[in-house]
């Protein structure tokens, strides 16, 4: 089945500062998806990003199909950035199952 | 617009005991899946019905059973509770296949001692 790896698996950042967290997928895929799962636990639903640029305030999103990744890019973070950002794929079929990655733990300290 | 619901937040299970987690939807998507996430891991497919009455496996069905007789509710079944059963469990729904991000619940903690 299609393989997703998601880099760094954590990261420490100073507020301020910018990151750039990338997900790799092994096959093609019609959905991507990224989420930040809160301290608290939920999973908030960020880019729905099957291929080209999103941007949604601070954050932003890139995924190239063709090649197989997808980018996701964090400004001027913000403690209340912390938390695991997923990413997830769906390849394909009737159904829209979602395969996702470990995830990336992110720490930003004030 | 409620979206995504589930109960409960929180529960503690003997091992053997029975339970249901509740899933309902107002958003009258025909798809639904169940995910549990152990920790420090991603989220893996339990369960997934694509309408009313149709329901498959995913990649972990073992231990579990679910059934769709509505469009807005999705309960899982545990039947006997193990403590390889301890997780989080999500619900998540979408109207179709193309093009749509799937929604997903606050989930179920769910501990079995």
């Known amino acids: 089945g299609i393989q997703v790896e998601q880099s760094p698996p954590d990261l420490i950042l100073q507020e301020g500062a910018n990151s750039t967290l990338r997900c790799n997928f092994s096959d093609s895929v019609n959905n991507l998806q990224w989420f930040h799962q809160n301290p608290w636990g939920q999973l908030i639903n960020l880019f729905y990003?099957?291929?080209g640029t999103k941007q949604n305030g601070r954050l932003s999103a890139t995924t190239v199909a063709t090649e197989r990744y997808s980018l996701l890019y964090i400004s001027s973070s913000q403690t209340t950035d912390s938390g695991v950002y997923f990413c997830?794929?769906?390849?394909?079929?009737?159904?829209?199952?979602?395969?996702f990655g470990t995830g990336t733990l992110l720490a930003v300290q004030p | 617009n409620a979206g995504v619901t589930q109960t409960p937040k929180f529960r503690i299970l003997k091992i053997g005991q029975s339970m249901t987690l509740q899933c309902t939807q107002d958003?009258?998507?025909?798809?639904m899946y169940w995910y549990r996430q152990d920790p420090g891991m991603g989220l893996k497919l339990i369960y997934y019905s694509v309408g009313a009455g149709i329901t498959d496996k995913g990649e972990v069905p073992n231990g579990y059973n679910v059934s769709r007789s509505t469009t807005e509710d999705f309960p899982l079944r545990l039947e006997l509770a193990a403590p390889s059963q301890t997780s989080v469990y999500f619900c998540?729904?979408?109207?179709?296949?193309?093009?749509?991000?799937?929604?997903f619940g606050d989930g179920t903690r769910l501990s079995i001692l």
């Open positions: 998540a729904s979408t109207r179709d296949i193309f093009n749509q991000p799937q929604h």
């Open positions: 997830a794929v769906s390849p394909g079929g009737a159904t829209n199952k979602l395969i």
């Open positions: 990003i099957p291929s």
């Open positions: 958003m009258n998507h025909n798809y």
